[in-house]
């Protein structure tokens, strides 16, 4: 986690749309629609910062991440990295880019191919982008990542079943270091972790992005697990951006009813505060995407929608220092979710 002191932009996204076409028919294939996964997001990450995204199943969330460094093609939108649009290079030139972002993803076994050994798993991307020369280099480069993310070098030629679920993790982000990236997707990467295991994961990102000045945009389904590592926290919700602030302001002052209610499924450690405390529960699913409701996209599950949040879309608005919300009612949303818990 950094300390603020970077202000310079190293990702910055406009407009982003990742529509996903529907289909009907086995063999005349007509279109019946759009999943609008990724519907018009703009925000920027700031270098050296590790903005969390936050948001339930299919909130498009891991979509977003995917579209950022280009492993899905945007429907449009802009997605700026170090004053290049990479949704407008062409695929050779993308493809020395992507050097510079790259991913770790959620489930470290499926992730990793089984008939490879580590060694040839973290030396490949070093290969393909030509990082070093000759065997002994690229065989050296291997020992220093392993011994990097927390592994024995003499590790090399083991295959992956033979590690545990949080070393198979430390394989896949040295394999996402090897070639050295600025900008890194980090996709749920504790998620499918034993609880006392995820720590050390997470102090390992955070170590890494401190010695080597990475970037990160961290996607977890809740609120808890991006408390620690994320420097701002970006909510999402079914496509949009709904809040956006420094960690510490939006964990103080969740001002979207939809963040206030994530937050209020946080567990509290002291047991007399949490026996106490009110829980918000949204009643309801998450509406489809393929045909998401009017206006304000939350107002079906909100306690406190009113007639205006079915008609008009709100904007992300900043309501102080860089706090965005996205609710027509964000000046009174505190107070009024405060009264419907009681
Ligand atoms: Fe709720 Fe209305 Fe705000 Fe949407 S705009 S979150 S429906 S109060």
Known sequence: ??????????????????????????????????????????????KGETLGLVGESGCG?????????????????????HGTDLTKLPAEQMRQMRRKV????????????????VGDIIAEPIMVHNLRKGKEAV???????????GLNPYFINRYPHEFSGGQRQRIGIARALAVEPEFVVCDE??????????????????????????????????????????????VMYLGKIVEIAAGAQLYHTPTHPY?????????????????????????????SPLNPPSGCRFHTRCPIATEHCKQEEPELKDIGGGHMVSCHRSSEAIALMAVDKK
């Open 189 to 234: 990467p504790v998620s499918a972790l034993d609880v006392s295991i995820q720590a050390q994961i997470l102090n390992l990102l955070e170590d890494l992005q401190n010695q080597l000045g990475l970037t990160y945009l961290f996607i977890a389904h809740g609120l808890a697990a991006v408390k620690h590592i994320s420097d701002r926290v970006a």
């Open 1 to 46: 986690m950094t300390d603020h002191k970077t202000p310079e932009t190293l990702i910055e996204v406009k407009d982003l749309k990742m529509y996903f076409p529907v289909t009907k028919g086995i063999v005349l294939r007509r279109k019946i629609g759009d999943v609008k996964a990724v519907d018009g997001l703009t925000f920027s990450i700031r």
């Open 259 to 287: 963040t206030q209610a994530l937050l209020s499924a946080v567990p509290i450690p002291d047991p007399a505060l949490e026996r106490t405390r009110a829980r918000i529960i949204l009643t309801g699913d998450v509406p």
């Open 139 to 149: 065989r050296e480069r291997v020992q220093e990542l392993l011994k990097l993310v």
């Open 61 to 81: 969330k891991s979509t977003t991440g995917r579209a950022l460094i280009q492993l899905y093609k945007p429907t449009t939108g802009e997605v700026i990295f």
């Open 102 to 117: 790259q991913m770790i993803f959620q489930d470290p076994y499926a992730s990793l191919n089984p008939r490879m050994t």
